[in-house]
């Protein structure tokens, strides 16, 4: 299966309220990134995980948080929704730190109301 | 850090034409250069990419062509057909070589 998964593909939150978004692949990749994609907008790199290390972009430190329980299952999670958040929520993977290429789930849509 | 503009948001074309989308990039040290392909529903998929020591590369209808002097990345799809109907982003890898920098995304519209 050279697929990524990704669960729910959509979401309605509440503003305040937590949401947490799941991803998974069974390729082994050792890096999973999410990406944040607004209309009109490039899909914007949130943060990624080499392996059970965490790298947050500067500008989203504090907005999302994740956690990578096994090398297969990668989760977004944000404490306190706000309307800001919705947005579209891209999954992806790549086989080895560095590899160029990135293998992407479909996505999950979030509307925060 | 690097910025990405991509151009045309939208296109159509007739079945058979060609169809040319182009990204512009600001980091001349960037050094890998792609095209993703999204269809609706589905995830991006990789097209095709170029190293910068790459100016042209032609696969299965499609030429990428690299302009470094320019910063100008372009994506041609020769005699396009309904089945390419999809957004198409380029993606850039700056020097920080975890990063993928994307352009904003063109829908492209094929009719019959």
């Known amino acids: 299966d050279t697929t990524v998964k990704q669960n729910p593909r959509y979401k309605l939150a509440r503003v305040g309220k937590p949401v947490n978004l799941i991803c998974s692949q069974t390729?082994?990749?050792?890096?999973m990134y999410w990406y944040q994609k607004k209309p009109n907008q490039a899909p914007k790199l949130l943060l990624f995980y080499y392996d059970k290390i965490l790298n947050r972009e500067a500008d989203t430190f504090e907005k999302f948080q994740s956690s990578r329980p096994n090398n297969s299952f990668c989760s977004l999670y944000i404490g306190s929704a706000g309307l800001e958040y919705s947005a579209m929520y891209l999954c992806a993977s790549s086989p080895r730190l560095g590899e160029a290429e990135q293998f992407f789930g479909p996505g999950t849509r979030l509307t925060v109301l | 850090g690097e910025q990405v503009e991509q151009r045309p948001p939208h296109l159509s074309v007739r079945e058979g034409d060609s169809a040319i989308i182009i990204c512009t990039y600001t980091?001349?040290?960037?050094?890998?250069f792609s095209w993703y392909k999204q269809e609706a529903g589905a995830g991006l998929q990789l097209l095709m990419s170029?190293?910068?020591?790459?100016d042209r590369k032609e696969e299965q209808g499609l030429t990428v062509l690299l302009n470094k002097k320019d910063k100008r990345l372009s994506l041609n799809l020769t005699a396009a057909h309904p089945g390419d109907s999809a957004v198409y982003f380029c993606?850039?890898?700056?020097?920080?070589?975890?990063?993928?920098?994307f352009g904003s995304g063109t829908k492209l519209t094929v009719e019959p």
């Open positions: 980091d001349s040290a960037t050094a890998y």
């Open positions: 993606a850039v890898r700056g020097p920080n070589y975890n990063v993928l920098y």
């Open positions: 170029v190293l910068s020591n790459v």
């Open positions: 390729m082994n990749h050792d890096t």
